[in-house]
């Protein structure tokens, strides 16, 4: 009996020891594609970013789309065997978006969530530089306390029940973070500096402590709190002391102030200026026009107090970020010659995992920007960072670990001054 052709066909390269062709599978959708390095060059005065994303099951290879529009109009795409790309000679302090998918043969995988970043904007000086790690941590030490629903104790109470108090929790990721300047917001009942911290200033909920070992206060008087106003708010500390705060004015039926201080590193005596900052929270019209006029504030009082021009580093909790619409924030930090150090690091890890964790086991990931409502700002003509990263605690499950230290997460940034 005759054989069918096909068969036939198969039969021969069998005994021949050859294996026809599978037919190409189609490659699973890319996953979640982050930004793990970033860069500029001096001699091109151009930019640089490296995506890296998880290996698509069946893919060959990666096609890279790149546009300047979220819309990503006129993309332009790469094509590339590995799971991580550079992509260098972008322009400078400009918004670009990505998205990826898996190739096999002429089969063609799901692109991935598009996600976007800011190339930086200037490298910053050279040399002369001073390395300082800056943490923020809002802890909610006391509201998270009060909440109806579920009890959140910073510390063991007789009404906590057998839930875990967080205190020792944020404690171990401030020793994890081994920080020079610890900025802390709502941390009124954070009564003892974390070991081998001491407090520069403690106002309004916000401490702001430094490292002993490499930093010390400057040689100024200590500050005092003048008279209050019919509110019982307090004016901008006088310029002459070694810390103080800056009033911010008075509305969601309080007295808003900054805290700041004026800090020397022991090694090169190199002075410069730290501003612990929380912001009026809310989305509405009233809170984005008190948060306008928080900021305007701010850079009045900074310019008050800053009169040796020194270098500035701004940390807090800010409720603003570039997915709300208007990022007040932002906007008075670029007027003022700031930036995000979100923008300017070398290095950022979670940049997808949202600062504002609000005691969710599953981490909160933002797609298109790595939203972060909690901020380090630095003058990029004066500064370098190196890296910025959420150090929330992560176990192998990848949800937080329990007990979560507040709702907020912590971010860390490595940053060198000019």
């Excluded at 890319?30 to 099951?57: E, I, M, Q």
């Excluded at 171990?172 to 802390?184: M, P």
């Excluded at 979560?404 to 490595?414: C, Q």
Aim: aromatic content about 8%; proline content about 5%; hydrophobic content about 40%.
């Amino acid at each position: 009996m005759r054989l069918p052709v096909v068969a036939g066909l198969v039969g021969l390269l069998v005994l021949a020891g050859l294996q026809p062709a599978a037919a190409a599978s189609k490659p699973s959708k890319v996953g979640l594609v982050s930004f793990v390095g970033a860069d500029y060059s001096r001699s091109h005065s151009t930019a640089s970013l490296t995506l890296d994303w998880p290996n698509a099951p069946r893919a060959k290879k990666y096609q890279v789309f790149m546009s300047k529009s979220y819309s990503m109009k006129k993309a332009k795409t790469f094509s590339v065997k590995s799971s991580k790309i550079k992509i260098s000679k972008l322009s400078a302090g400009r918004d670009y978006f990505f998205r990826v998918r898996g190739i096999n043969g002429k089969k063609k995988g799901k692109k991935s969530n598009r996600v976007g970043h800011t190339t930086i904007v200037r490298p910053g000086p050279s040399k002369g530089l001073v390395p300082i790690r800056v943490m923020t941590y809002n802890l909610c030490s006391a509201v998270c306390d009060q909440k109806a629903t579920t009890r959140y104790p910073w510390m063991k109470t007789a009404t906590s029940g057998s839930a875990a108090p967080r205190q020792p929790a944020a404690l171990e990721r401030i020793a994890a973070a081994n920080a020079d300047v610890l900025a802390t917001q709502e941390a009124s009942a954070l009564k003892t500096p974390p070991p081998g911290y001491a407090e520069a200033i403690n106002a309004s909920a916000k401490r702001l402590y430094f490292r002993e070992s490499r930093l010390q206060l400057a040689d100024k008087p200590a500050y005092t709190y003048e008279a209050g106003d019919k509110n019982g708010c307090r004016a901008t500390t006088s310029p002459d002391a070694q810390a103080g705060h800056i009033f911010l004015g008075w509305h969601s039926k309080g007295c808003r102030y900054a805290v700041w201080a004026e800090l020397v590193d022991k090694s090169t005596g190199r002075h410069f200026l730290a501003v612990n900052v929380h912001t009026v929270a809310g989305t509405s019209a009233t809170a984005v026009a008190n948060r306008r006029s928080e900021m305007d504030l701010l850079f009045a009082g900074v310019a008050q107090i800053n009169r040796q021009k020194l270098a500035v580093v701004f940390a807090g909790d800010f409720n603003s970020h570039k997915n709300r619409t208007p990022d007040v924030v932002g906007a008075a930090m670029r007027s003022h010659k700031f930036r995000d150090a979100f923008d300017l690091a070398r290095t950022l890890d979670r940049q997808h995992y949202n600062s504002y964790n609000n005691f969710k086991t599953a981490p909160v990931i933002s797609y298109k920007w790595g939203d972060h409502v909690d901020h380090v700002f630095v003058d990029p003509s004066r500064s370098r960072v190196d890296a910025w990263r959420n150090i929330v605690l992560i176990g192998n499950d990848g949800r937080l670990v329990k007990p979560i230290p507040s709702d907020h997460s912590p971010l860390v940034v490595d940053v060198r001054l000019g």
